[in-house]
């Protein structure tokens, strides 16, 4: 049997000619959330590809580039409750990608990802962010490394 699909033991189905990968700086374009959230991001982003690819990040003209924005850093009330009150607080961040793979265009995508954590409404935003956001930028992350490298 033949296959026109790449596959790997580490989930990736990344070209063989793919070497490289460029994570441009990503950008808060949403009021609120903390001051450092788009650096973290860039952070967490570059760290994920490192671990599991074997492409190395170049700081410009990688094979793959990625690059965008975070959209949203919204608190939501859910759950309302018998007293018109929210029985869970939900913070979402959103944030919207472009990718880039200079070695195969058809590839190519513009797309918003988005996850949420919830926590109790007796509780502040404040409390509860510094456990909350890398939680959800892990998860933004992994879909992101999902729709780029591992074809998903």
Aim: some cysteine; glycine content about 4%.
């Amino acid at each position: 049997m033949q296959s026109c699909s790449i596959y790997s033991f580490t989930g990736t189905t990344l070209s063989p000619d793919i070497k490289t990968v460029t994570v441009n700086n990503f950008t808060l374009a949403t009021a609120g959330g903390p001051a450092n959230l788009p650096l973290t991001f860039n952070e967490k982003l570059k760290e994920y590809y490192q671990r599991y690819t074997n492409l190395k990040v170049l700081p410009s003209n990688g094979d793959l580039v990625l690059e965008g924005n975070i959209t949203g850093y919204d608190l939501l009330a859910v759950a309302p409750t018998a007293s018109d009150q929210a029985g869970v607080n939900r913070l979402q961040i959103t944030v919207l990608a472009r990718f880039y793979n200079n070695k195969d265009e058809s590839k190519n995508f513009e797309q918003s990802f988005s996850f949420y954590q919830d926590f109790p409404q007796n509780q502040t935003l404040s409390q509860n962010e510094s456990r909350l956001v890398p939680k959800i930028l892990d998860q933004i992350v992994l879909d992101i490394f999902n729709k780029t490298a591992a074809d998903w």
